[in-house]
């Protein structure tokens, strides 16, 4: 059973916080690579920051470094990211993401890497 299921999306003004959740079924949640993308209207979708399975490897992408943190709760099979300092430029969808078991690996903020998606949260920064 495949599942992710993202909340915590909202909107909330410059220098403000949010934390995104997301839940995922076991069988994804194991996937090893667990990650959060974004996609603003008119680009691509782009990594955030990924987290490895035992949550010891954790990656940024430069843009958010220092201000965002990926974390995971095995016990409740849920990922999340907490988002501090954010700006208008963070404003997008945002999209929870399971490695899965096979494909190619280009890297753990590659869209490619990626087998499972959510449904995405929206996150307005004004």
């Known amino acids: 059973d495949v599942q992710l299921v993202e909340s915590g999306g909202g909107s909330v003004q410059a220098g403000g916080s949010l934390r995104l959740s997301c839940a995922a079924s076991?069988?994804?949640?194991?996937?090893?690579?667990m990650g959060w993308f974004r996609q603003a209207p008119g680009k691509e979708r782009e990594g955030v920051a990924s987290i490895t399975s035992g949550g010891v490897g954790t990656y940024y992408a430069d843009s958010v470094k220092g201000r965002f943190t990926i974390s995971r709760d095995n016990a409740q099979n849920t990922v999340y990211l907490q988002m501090n300092s954010l700006k208008p430029e963070d404003t997008a969808m945002y999209y929870c993401?399971?490695?899965?078991?096979?494909?190619?690996?280009?890297?753990?903020?590659?869209?490619?890497?990626?087998?499972?998606w959510g449904q995405g949260t929206q996150v307005t920064v004004s």
């Open positions: 993401a399971a490695r899965g078991y096979g494909g190619n690996w280009y890297g753990p903020l590659e869209k490619a890497s990626y087998g499972y």
């Open positions: 076991e069988y994804t949640y194991n996937s090893n690579f």
